[in-house]
């Protein structure tokens, strides 16, 4: 408990933009967000006014991380699971728990778990050995999606495999390497969904509208909320099944569940228990920001509002370029400010490089189309100072 505000202080592990996001919106709950950081440049360091340095693969900075705050959150979900286990065994408050967070951290367990649930999602296999590739390849048939169990993001840790050849080629190298590896069928979708939830330890659920995530390259580049003409009956569908698994994995905070829309219905692509890329448009076209809602989710208040201010809203991803653009970030953001006086910008303080996401932006109104016009152009003048139909300004 802070004794300056007499208000509990939530401790997140990871420095990245989504504790940076996340000590914004603790900052109107009076939080006394305190943030571990591997790195002092991280985004989160930049911002944040009570940063302890110290890195999540080492126990002994986690347990004096924890003694400071009443709860410890997360914006990933690479701390090694064994210090969560030893976390939550000397008393600390984890959320979510070390036996939620598992699912999220392993692909594979993961998977298993959701078969087990009778979730629907693509058929799957572990891989060992590379015979075991082949063999699913010949029953459910090329190309099939190779994955690592553990660390993939971003397109990173997938490996779309079109041939028995590349198989071949591809899989005793990762084996070699020790990484763990799942097959699953390539599936045929008509487009990516999220749906984002949150549940708290008293065990309130909330499910925010279903959007559609645009992918290029493995990289969310787009979200659409809501999803462009998604059924009702989809709709509560999904928000549904991301509630069950919530509330049978006891998550406290937020789910983001990635799926995909089929023909026959609704396939589960992966968990993130956490605040989300998904998400980002809460910031500006919800009532209550994913942000916040994961803090009052793990301090066990109350839930927000979930719905739309407005009909429509659309976030997209500012990338990095091939190559940085002379103009300065200040002066774009100068620029764009003048086209579209109202667009929401979120930057990072990241070093540009490409394709590392930078920051995103956000409009909000009543036309979807024009809206995604809007974003793509303003997200891509952000990382490369050119428009997008040709128009540069100096």
Request: hydrophobic letters at 45%; charged letters at 20%; a negative charge.
């Amino acid at each position: 408990m802070d004794k300056r505000t007499g208000l509990p202080v939530v401790g997140m592990v990871g420095g990245g933009q989504l504790a940076r996001m996340t000590h914004q919106a603790a900052i109107s709950l009076g939080q006394s967000l305190k943030v571990l950081a591997a790195d002092e440049a991280d985004a989160a360091s930049l911002v944040a006014g009570d940063v302890v340095i110290g890195h999540h693969t080492d126990l002994d900075a986690l347990m004096a991380f924890a003694r400071q705050v009443d709860v410890v959150t997360f914006d990933h979900e690479h701390v090694p699971g064994e210090h969560l286990l030893s976390l939550a065994t000397e008393g600390f408050v984890v959320r979510p728990a070390p036996s939620a967070l598992g699912f999220a951290q392993n692909k594979l367990v993961m998977r298993e778990m959701m078969a087990g649930l009778g979730v629907p999602g693509p058929a799957f296999a572990e891989v060992s050995e590379v015979d075991h590739a082949l063999a699913f390849g010949a029953e459910h048939g090329f190309p099939v999606v190779l994955k690592a169990a553990r660390g993939g993001y971003d397109g990173r840790g997938v490996w779309m495999l079109d041939t028995a050849r590349q198989v071949r080629e591809t899989v005793p190298e990762l084996l070699a390497a020790g990484t763990e590896l799942l097959v699953e069928e390539k599936v045929t979708m008509r487009r990516e969904l999220s749906a984002l939830v949150a549940r708290s330890p008293f065990g309130q659920g909330a499910a925010y509208p279903v959007v559609e995530t645009v992918q290029t390259g493995g990289i969310n580049t787009e979200v659409l909320a809501p999803a462009p003409g998604l059924p009702e009956s989809r709709v509560h569908e999904a928000q549904d099944l991301a509630l069950r698994i919530a509330a049978t994995l006891d998550v406290t905070g937020l789910l983001a569940v990635e799926l995909f829309e089929t023909e026959t219905g609704l396939l589960v692509n992966e968990l993130a228990m956490r605040p989300h890329n998904s998400g980002h448009w809460t910031m500006d076209g919800s009532r209550t920001s994913q942000f916040e809602q994961h803090l009052r989710g793990v301090l066990d208040y109350p839930l927000g509002r979930t719905d739309l201010i407005a009909p429509a809203c659309v976030m997209a991803n500012v990338l990095g370029a091939e190559v940085s653009p002379e103009m300065g970030p200040d002066e774009r953001v100068h620029h764009l400010f003048a086209r579209f006086p109202e667009v929401k910008i979120h930057l990072y303080g990241k070093q540009e490089r490409p394709g590392r996401k930078l920051g995103h932006v956000n409009f909000v109104g009543e036309r979807m189309d024009e809206l995604r016009d809007r974003a793509l152009l303003s997200a891509h003048w952000l990382s490369h100072a050119v428009w997008l139909d040709g128009y540069e300004i100096h």
